[in-house]
């Protein structure tokens, strides 16, 4: 493999990376950054050959592997030094939590012993409602998947101790990039609005991050700069509402009209309402606490509250609505200092990865025809 020397900020040459659950969006940009920023190309793990062709195309290496089989993965990871965990199981809502625990028991065990580990968890795990627009600490979980977040950091952490494993955990904001649907997202609504509305004002902090940030603790790690622990992963200094709106009307060259203003819910409702929406405010905490343990009652009153939800959006008046939904104000957590992520800087990278992304995807349908 084609690495550098750590002198000047990166890997060695002796430490290898491995990125499991590398398909998902957060895991093929990272491997995409190291590899044409940084020198360093990391093993990719993923689990089916669907996902296979962005790594062939990147000419990144992978590996097919089975998340349950034990004797595999600790072959597979025997030349591994550092592992970053961006996987997250599907299925039914009831299956995670134990998914989630049953895998991460078999990937620490097939671990070897020399290896560092980095979870990729959410800053929705601080257990913000759904719909919340400030980010704020909560002791019990708003949402099933702060919860199902929650189960994970603690079995990363018990593990951990267990099999004498160094690890980290990292809450990342929302993931910004060309390969991120959020970046998608931004380019179908500005390109169709000459004027948008943004709920907030233009220098409220947005919890946000750049897969360049990422890939920069990922390297703090790899040379061993900070202590194990828990960290909030944003943009460093955190980006403003404004910052952020102004970087894509630049990426994309749009002209577009911002008007900042505070959301509709700061406003006090009427009795009527808060009674009739108290239900839902704490559905997340049934589902915590009672549905995601009984299959049969899940899946009945799953099927129930999603007819009486296109019910009443079928009925409601149409409103006018935000451009974007974001998680404001100053992160709780503890940040990960001395990380960069200059606007500009960041705009260029970013355009000359999906330039070249796009150049091989093409020439790479140009070699099959």
């Known amino acids: 493999m084609d690495r550098t020397n750590l002198s000047t900020g990166q890997l060695s040459n002796s ?35 669907y996902a296979a062709i962005f790594f062939d195309v990147s000419e990144i290496e992978y590996r097919i592997i089975d998340l349950t089989n034990q004797a595999e993965l600790r072959k597979e990871f025997e030349d591994i030094d550092l592992f970053i965990d961006c996987s997250y199981p599907s299925g039914q809502l009831f299956e995670i939590a134990g998914q989630i625990r049953s895998q991460l028991k078999i990937l620490f065990s097939a671990m070897p012993s020399k290896a560092s580990f980095i979870y990729c968890s959410t800053i929705m795990a601080f257990g913000m409602p759904e719909h919340q627009k400030l980010v704020k600490k909560y002791f019990i979980p708003r949402s099933t998947y702060a919860h199902l977040k929650r189960i994970a950091e603690r079995t990363v952490k018990r593990l951990s101790q267990k099999y004498t494993v160094p690890c980290y955990i990292f809450r990342l904001g929302q993931v910004h990039g060309f390969l991120q649907s959020v970046n998608t997202s931004f380019r179908e609504k500005l390109s169709m609005n000459k004027a948008i509305r943004l709920d907030g004002n233009p220098d409220d902090m947005v919890n946000i991050i750049f897969i360049e940030t990422l890939a920069e603790a990922v390297i703090k790690v790899g040379m061993k700069e900070i202590p194990t622990g828990s960290y909030s992963l ?81 009925n409601s008046e149409v409103n006018m609505e935000y451009t974007d939904f974001h998680l404001l104000g100053k992160n709780p957590g503890k ?26 995807l093409e020439n790479n349908i140009a070699d099959k025809i």
């Open 234 to 314: 944003v943009n460093n200094p955190q980006w403003t509402l404004k910052q952020l709106y102004d970087y894509y009307i630049s990426y994309y060259s749009f002209e577009v009209n911002m008007e900042f203003m505070e959301s509709e819910g700061s406003y006090k409702k009427p009795w009527y309402k808060i009674s009739l929406g108290s239900f839902k405010k704490y559905r997340a905490l049934l589902e915590i606490f009672f549905l995601i343990r009984n299959k049969n009652m899940y899946i009945k009153v799953k099927g129930k509250y999603r007819k009486l939800d296109i019910k009443r959006s079928m």
């Open 15 to 49: 430490m290898n990376l491995g990125i499991i659950g590398a398909s998902s969006q957060v895991g093929s940009s990272l491997a995409l950054y190291l590899k044409k920023y940084l020198g360093i190309v990391p093993v990719c793990f993923i689990r089916s050959t």
């Open 335 to 360: 940040l990960l200092t001395g990380l960069h992520c200059d606007p500009k800087t960041l705009l260029s990278k970013e355009k000359e990865m999906e330039e070249l992304y796009s150049r091989n």
